[in-house]
Structure formats: structure tokens, C-alpha cells
Nanobody
Framework: QVQLVESGGGLVQPGGSLRLSCAAS????????MAWYRQAPGKQRELVAN???????NYADSVKGRFTISRDDAKNTVYLQMNSLKPEDTAVYSC???????????????WGQGTQVTVSS
């Protein structure tokens, strides 16, 4: 009923930039927190950044000052602008949202399939 589709990943040189997008579609009543996670090979998945419905943001220390999360509620979309990328940012990036599909249902968490970001020269 709900699908999250990420885009914008790819290969970039150190110091470069990428912008990730994640669009939610389907039966959606209200979206609450939207977030980006990443998982590098051999490592646990970690929270990169999240943004609440009111716009409050939270970032992992490793990306503060370099990444910016934003959302467009009219489009049910969350973005991650990544600047000054480093090789250690290489990972699969996945979006995550907490949402209601109707007024009468509880909030559930949905995940996208992920997009690969590779930072290498």
C-alpha cells in the first residue's frame, strides 16, 4: 500500500556532492518523521539524519556541517544533500518514514530499498 523510492545515488569523487531523494506513494494519510540511514559493508546500519513533521532535524556527528536533510510534505518526499563527501561516506543509503495510512490506523514504519553511494577517486 505504501512504497518508498530512493534516487540520486552514484559514484562521486572525494569532496564532491550528491543529492538523494525519497518519495513516498500509495495510501498515505499523514507522514511524521522522515529519516535517512546508511549501512557500509561489514558495519551496522546507522542513522544519518532525520526530520520531524515540524521541521526539527537531527544529524549523526559524522555528517554534521556536511549533510542537510529537508522535506517537501506536498510531495511526500525527503531529501539528503550531501556535500564534502568522504570515502567513509560510502554505503547503501535507505530512507525511512513513520506514517499513518488513515486517521483510524496507528503509525507504522516503512523503508525504501536503498541506493548505493560510492565515494572514490
Amino acid at each position: 500500500q505504501v512504497q518508498l523510492v530512493e534516487s540520486g545515488g552514484g559514484l562521486v569523487q572525494p569532496g564532491g556532492s550528491l543529492r538523494l531523494s525519497c518519495a513516498a506513494s500509495g495510501r498515505i494519510f499523514r507522514i511524521y518523521t522522515m529519516a535517512w540511514y546508511r549501512q557500509a559493508p561489514g558495519k551496522q546500519r546507522e542513522l544519518v539524519a532525520n526530520i520531524r513533521r515540524g521541521g526539527e532535524t537531527n544529524y549523526a556527528d559524522s555528517v554534521k556541517g556536511r549533510f542537510t536533510i529537508s522535506r517537501d510534505d506536498a510531495k511526500n518526499t525527503v531529501y539528503l544533500q550531501m556535500n564534502s563527501l568522504k570515502p567513509e561516506d560510502t554505503a547503501v543509503y535507505s530512507c525511512n518514514t513513520d506514517l499513518q495510512i488513515s486517521l483510524l490506523t496507528t503509525t507504522s514504519t516503512y523503508w525504501g530499498q536503498g541506493t548505493q553511494v560510492t565515494v572514490s577517486s
